[in-house]
């Protein structure tokens, strides 16, 4: 079963740093869209940024426009969020998720998911 793994979540204050990883096992992802979502208890999940297979990137968050980059290294199998200038509001589960190519418009269409990492934005 193809499966990715989230990691990197953590507690930190509000203006800090921190950097998630998207690790898939039992798959190559060097043809796949990656994307990150997040979820705020009783919330709906949100889009948040996207790279395609070829390295194009597609935010979905104008809220972290400026602050959160989006990358991928596929001799790693990963890719990674950098999140910087953290807000409270950043505080959520963090998930990636995988499509074949492209990103979607609206980040719909992922075929699999992560389990999620939490990030707690806090001081």
């Known amino acids: 079963q193809l499966q990715l793994v989230e990691s990197g979540g953590g507690l930190v204050q509000p203006g800090g740093s921190l950097r998630l990883s998207c690790v898939a096992s039992?798959?190559?992802?060097?043809?796949?869209?990656i994307g990150w979502f997040r979820q705020v208890p009783g919330k709906e999940r949100e889009g948040v940024i996207c790279?395609?297979?070829?390295?194009?990137?597609?935010n979905y968050a104008d809220s972290v426009k400026g602050r959160f980059t989006i990358s991928r290294d596929n001799a790693k199998n990963t890719v990674y969020l950098q999140m910087n200038s953290l807000k409270p509001e950043d505080t959520g589960i963090y998930y990636c998720?995988?499509?074949?190519?492209?990103?979607?418009?609206?980040?719909?269409?992922?075929?699999?998911w992560g389990k999620g990492t939490l990030v707690t934005v806090s001081s």
């Open positions: 998720a995988a499509k074949r190519f492209d990103c979607s418009d609206n980040g719909g269409g992922m075929t699999y």
């Open positions: 039992r798959f190559t992802l060097s043809s796949y869209a």
């Open positions: 790279i395609s297979f070829g390295g194009a990137t597609r």
